[in-house]
Nanobody, 124 residues
Framework: QVQLVESGGGLVQAGGSLRLSCVAS????????MGWFRQAPGEEREFVAA???????YYADSVKGRFTISRDKAKNMVTLQMNSLKLEDTAIYYC??????????????????WGQGTQVTVSS
């Protein structure tokens, strides 16, 4: 069973930057996609970004141009660089891993493995 461990997060002012990292406990297959979802209080978990083993990246419209996802296959690590943070980016961010088909890459139920979550709070 792959375990995902997140780090990063914290409190930042609007307009600032944060970096989240997630490490998988074991080597993953070539079909393994890693991504990030987030969940704000009272809201459903929503897709943020994902990166396939090939390096292809996918983003939610709300974070395009501000967030960058990258993957280091040698370290089994995925990183989410978040710039120009907004108040509405405040949420618990979860690392996810699995083998979703392309049409389901933004669907949380398509991912098998999840991290414990890390809080990101953006203040005014």
């Amino acid at each position: 069973q792959v375990q995902l461990v997140e780090s990063g997060g914290g409190l930042v002012q609007a307009g600032g930057s944060l970096r989240l990292s997630c490490v998988a406990s074991e080597m993953t297959s070539s079909g393994y996609t890693m991504g990030w979802f987030r969940q704000a209080p009272g809201e459903e978990r929503e897709f943020v970004a994902a990166v396939r083993y090939s390096g292809h990246t996918y983003y939610a419209d709300s974070v395009k141009g501000r967030f960058t996802i990258s993957r280091d296959k040698a370290k089994n690590m995925v990183t989410l660089q978040m710039n120009s943070l907004k108040l509405e980016d405040t949420a618990i961010y979860y690392c996810a891993g699995g083998v979703p088909i392309l049409s389901a890459i933004g669907t949380s139920s398509a991912y098998r493995h999840w991290g414990q979550g890390t809080q990101v709070t953006v203040s005014s």
